[in-house]
């Protein structure tokens, strides 16, 4: 499967963003989705993911109550919307679907197809 995110943005703090993927030659309905974020100099982090019919959901703790996770397996999309950005969200964050299945996992190594990269920009 290919992933393509885009979104992002430079938003000043407080201010809201919705990120897409979508995705082309496979359907994700069979993958568990999940998004990262990659900060300037830091290792690529976790933020949520989303299980293969949306029915479960898992976010970082500073993701907790700001941002939402969903998707449509027949958009063959996903997307991350953000609210009450701060400096600390950005970063260039890419979409991911998971090579296991039946456990939302938090490890970018256990996400075997990755998007690009759409990077995030917040003033404070």
């Known amino acids: 499967v290919q992933l393509q995110a885009s979104g992002g943005g430079l938003v000043q703090a407080g201010d809201s963003l919705r990120l897409s993927c979508t995705a082309s030659k496979r359907t994700i309905s069979t993958y568990i989705m999940g998004w990262f974020r990659q900060a300037p100099g830091n290792e690529r982090a976790f933020v949520a993911a989303?299980?293969?019919?949306?029915?479960?959901?898992t976010y970082t703790d500073s993701a907790k109550g700001r941002f939402t996770i969903s998707r449509s397996n027949a958009e063959n999309t996903m997307w991350l919307r953000m609210d009450s950005l701060e400096p600390e969200d950005t970063g260039v964050y890419y979409c991911a679907a998971q090579s296991i299945t039946g456990t939302v996992a938090t490890e970018s190594h256990l996400y075997r197809y990755w998007g690009q990269g759409t990077l995030v920009t917040v003033s404070s």
């Open positions: 989303i299980s293969e019919r949306g029915l479960t959901t």
